[in-house]
């Protein structure tokens, strides 16, 4: 049962952060697209800047086509920046989602309340799975705004698809460090492990088309999934997204089972 | 228990270890209805590990509460329902304003509490329209208590209520328990004021390093201690007259009189004091301080 005074003090809590980071996405994509004009006309230098790239880097940050608007946009914005946005995003929500009411020491009247700890652990995963959703929203109307004024020619649904991949990806990385948080009662020890399994994946996802055994266990590393579609150019792999979606719910069951049978802390 | 009143909470041999750190060991006590318990104990001897197992916030490594016949742990949240709770550790949401906060808990226990918290926060002198952060921590205990007593629960459990609140604000405090007391609620109270403990607690456990050293009345308790008298006389008396008086464990002269150790009530030291022409009594009664003091240093050297 989702507990609806908790949404509403969980959101007013935090609605001038959920606006500052609705805010910044805004801006980092103004600030890109405002740039593309100028990609656009110079393509023919750009062309030559990139292929004068490693191989290796071109693969990374996914600069084949870089002076098209879809490569563009795939490069400056889907490669990493907005992923590790999401992902920052969602760990910050997903740590918080039992232990702030923990570690600030409100757990003690508010678990002797009757409500059950599954609803209350529910509400707040589902609250910051809305704040993602939100956040993704936000910025796939801020990419069909510019691209309609820069008239990029590229279709809503690839834009949706981009939503929903920066989605998911926050997704996970707010159910990873929703399950530590849970675990341990620590919003640090759940946002900094999220985090750091989140660097590792990306730097096991960058070193593989360099590094044989990177490149062999790579179709199993989350951030392969996360960031090797091509949403705006190929759309999105439905084995990704399954995969993308079998995290946050196992890791929904786990912060349950977890916090169900454990001991608030005070 | 006590024999009068039935036992509406029954805690059987609780045990919790944290890791391989003892808590409480083998706890047992019970709480009638209408019936005020208090606990007392040193620190870390596991007062508050009670109280929150008895709130649902942890789970006992062993033993069961029954409440009405039935374990605590197969309807939690029912139970939690009928329960108030105010923590010694208080922590408040400090970014909402009293009104919001108590509403707040209210719409969570599926209550409406409106006019009693009203009433409440109007005996214990309480804006409701103050922001919490910025409240003293007399007032924010004041917020703690109207949360727990609001919704007018069967059980109070309370850790240390007193604590930071001014006389005035204690005194209406006492007041309203005693009412909650006559309305049937079953009262748990865990206070480092064993006066407070004392003026309101039908019975008392005392726990130290986890385990119960004692639960009886706070009158039992005060029988168990010596307590020191005086007797002055105008003429020398007979010291074995007072040697055979029940309760007396020591009888010895001294150039005023005579003084004596012995275990209330001292009756009949009094009634041969009487009888002898005593012209001075200096005695001093035990408290519930004497009697937890004496318990706990005993419990240490043993």
Redo the contacts between chains.
């Keep these: 049962m989702l507990?609806s005074?908790?949404v509403r003090?969980s959101l007013w809590?935090r609605w001038k952060s959920l606006l500052a980071w609705c805010l910044g996405i805004v801006a980092l994509v103004s600030v890109q697209m405002s740039v593309y004009p100028t990609v656009r006309d110079t393509s023919a230098d750009w062309e030559g800047v990139t292929e004068s790239f490693p191989e290796a880097f071109q693969e990374i940050f996914r600069m084949e086509d870089y002076t098209s608007p879809a490569g563009y946009l795939s490069t400056e914005l889907l490669s990493f920046v907005v992923p590790f946005i999401f992902m920052t995003l969602g760990a910050t929500w997903g740590a918080r989602v039992t232990s702030e009411e923990e570690e600030?020491?409100?757990?003690?009247?508010?678990?002797?309340?009757?409500?059950?700890r599954r609803d209350y652990l529910s509400t707040r995963w589902i609250v910051g799975a809305l704040v993602l959703l939100a956040v993704s929203a936000v910025f796939g109307i801020s990419l069909i705004v510019g691209a309609t004024i820069l008239d990029m020619g590229i279709g809503f649904g690839h834009f949706a698809n981009a939503s929903l991949m920066l989605f998911l990806t926050g997704l996970s990385s707010h159910s990873l460090a929703a399950v530590v948080g849970t675990s341990t009662g620590k919003r640090s020890i759940g946002l900094g492990s999220t985090m750091a399994i989140l660097i590792a994946g990306f730097v096991l996802y960058s070193l593989a088309p360099l590094v044989d055994v990177f490149d062999a266990i790579n179709p199993f590393n989350p951030l392969q999934w996360m960031l090797g579609t091509r949403p705006l150019t190929t759309g999105v792999d439905l084995d990704d997204v399954s995969l993308l979606l079998l995290i946050p719910l196992a890791s929904y069951i786990g912060s349950l089972r977890s916090f169900q049978?454990r001991?608030?802390r005070? | 228990m006590n024999g009068e009143v039935p036992a509406a909470i029954d805690v059987r041999h609780l045990t919790k270890f944290y890791g391989s750190s003892r808590g409480i060991e083998d706890v047992s006590f019970s709480v009638g209805r209408g019936e005020v318990v208090g606990f007392l104990g040193p620190n870390g001897s596991g007062k508050t590990t009670v109280l929150?197992i008895l709130?649902?916030?942890?789970?006992p490594t062993a033993g069961d509460v029954w409440v009405d016949g039935r374990t605590l742990f197969a309807d939690p949240?029912?139970w939690?329902?009928r329960?108030g709770?105010l923590?010694g550790?208080?922590?408040?949401?400090g970014?909402l304003v009293v009104s919001d906060y108590l509403g707040?808990?209210a719409?969570?226990?599926?209550v409406n509490c409106g006019d009693a918290i009203l009433r409440l926060s109007r005996r214990l002198e309480l804006s409701l329209e103050a922001r919490i952060a910025g409240l003293s921590k007399g007032n924010k205990q004041k917020v703690?208590v109207i949360?727990a007593l609001m919704h007018r629960p069967e059980v109070l459990v309370l850790d240390e209520p007193t604590s930071g609140l001014d006389p005035i604000a204690q005194r209406e405090f006492a007041l309203i328990l005693a009412e909650r007391r006559a309305e049937g609620a079953s009262i748990i109270l865990s206070s480092h004021v064993l006066q407070e403990v004392e003026s309101v607690a039908d019975r008392v456990v005392i726990l130290d390093h986890g385990r119960v050293l004692t639960v009886d009345s706070v009158e039992s308790l005060r029988r168990r201690i010596e307590t020191e008298i005086h007797l002055s006389f105008d003429r020398l008396v007979d010291l074995d007259t007072y040697t055979s008086c029940p309760g007396v464990v020591e009888a010895r002269r001294d150039e005023a009189g005579i003084r004596l150790r012995a275990k209330i009530p001292h009756t009949e030291v009094l009634r041969r004091a009487a009888l002898d022409g005593v012209v001075k009594i200096v005695s001093h009664e035990p408290t519930l301080a004497d009697v937890f003091l004496s318990l706990t240093r005993s419990n240490h050297a043993s």
């Design positions: 507990l005074p908790i003090k809590d600030s020491g409100t757990a003690d009247i508010l678990f002797s309340l009757p409500i059950t049978h001991d608030v005070v | 929150r709130v649902g916030l942890i789970s949240t029912g939690r329902a329960v709770y923590p550790d208080l922590g408040l949401y970014n707040l808990l719409r969570l226990r599926g703690g949360q």
